[in-house]
């Protein structure tokens, strides 16, 4: 987002709350029974049906795999970063002026 973090922060506020009011008035519409993340009376997670939707090239890890031990980022924590990072440094996911702003190379 091109805001300031305290607005940034405020979005992200209103889209939790839109969320969570959603998921309390209009769940069958907007969330079909089984599609999202549960947990169990024994506090295990139940994955959703909205798991089977992920394409198979997509960086997309559950949160599960991404823990982390003694401080350090899980192996797969650091493949999601690689991925983000091959992509806005690629043609395609490149915008016209980072190059400057990060390295101060003159636009080509």
Request: a positive charge; proline letters at 6%; aromatic letters at 10%.
């Amino acid at each position: 987002m091109q805001i300031s973090p305290d607005r940034a922060q405020k979005v992200i506020a209103a889209c939790c709350v839109l969320y969570n009011y959603l998921m309390t008035n209009s769940t069958p519409t907007y969330c079909p029974d089984g599609y999202a993340d549960t947990f169990n009376p024994d506090g295990e997670l139940v994955e959703g049906s909205w798991r089977s939707n992920i394409p198979s090239d997509s960086c997309f890890l559950s949160t599960s795999t991404l823990r982390t031990r003694a401080g350090r980022s899980a192996g797969k924590a650091k493949f999601v970063r690689d991925c983000i990072k091959n992509y806005v440094n690629s043609e395609v996911g490149a915008v016209p002026w980072q190059n400057q702003r990060v390295f101060g190379v003159p636009n080509s």
